[in-house]
């Protein structure tokens, strides 16, 4: 098994992150009923305003191959574009459990 933990820290007014990361969310909680080598995943918003980042998910899937398999998936290029402009930064680690 394989987990993919991505951060991502948005551009924009509080509120404008807020909206783009709930969309965001919203999106991605579709996929593991659209994108077969997804196993699972989790999204969360930060609600502490003393720490930057915006948005953490966690996706499972069995292989690390897998990984790009899910990041080349047409729904989740869908729902990554949602982010748009928004996105200042990204950061992510991948690793078998």
């Not at 999204?43 to 990984?67: F, H, I, R, Y």
């Amino acid at each position: 098994m394989v987990k993919h933990i991505v951060m991502f820290k948005l551009k924009g007014s509080g509120e404008e992150r807020r909206r783009v990361a709930s969309a965001f969310r919203d999106a991605l909680l579709q996929l593991p009923g659209q994108i077969p080598v997804l196993r699972s995943i989790e999204v969360g918003l930060n609600d502490n305003p003393a720490e930057s980042w915006d948005v953490v998910l966690t996706a499972v899937v069995d292989k690390m191959t897998d990984v790009e398999v899910y990041a080349k998936h047409p729904a989740h290029v869908a729902a990554a574009s949602l982010l748009g402009a928004n996105k200042e930064l990204r950061a992510c680690v991948d690793y078998e459990c």
